[in-house]
């Protein structure tokens, strides 16, 4: 059975930092393309980043230099890197499996609540 487990989330200041995890089970990270993507209080949910088998990194624009995509084989974990964050990074940040942009769905967990306010 597939299972997402995102962790890391918090409340943090604008230009602060934050590191999410997504443990994995089910399957491996290191062999498929895994995504975040995130969802503000009223919005729709947004694209973040993806990194492919082969290792390729996508980042959506809004947050291009600022965060970054990695994943530990021997955790079998995701990790998003969140440096130099703004207010309107604030939602809840979930780790996809499957991931399909033209419909945005695919496999995810929980979810982690990330708040950028002073």
């Known amino acids: 059975e597939v299972q997402l487990v995102e962790s890391g989330g918090g409340l943090v200041q604008p230009g602060g930092s934050l590191k999410l995890s997504c443990a994995a089970s089910?399957?491996?990270?290191?062999?498929?393309?895994m995504n975040w993507v995130r969802q503000a209080p009223g919005k729709e949910l947004e694209w973040v980043s993806g990194i492919n088998g082969a290792g390729g990194r996508y980042y959506a624009d809004s947050v291009k230099g600022r965060f970054t995509i990695s994943r530990d084989h021997a955790k079998n974990t995701l990790y998003l890197q969140l440096e130099g964050l703004k207010t309107e990074d604030t939602g809840t940040y979930y780790c996809e499996k499957n991931f399909d942009m033209t419909t945005m769905t695919g496999t995810r967990g929980q979810g982690t609540q990330v708040t950028v306010s002073s």
């Open positions: 089910g399957f491996m990270v290191g062999n498929v393309a």
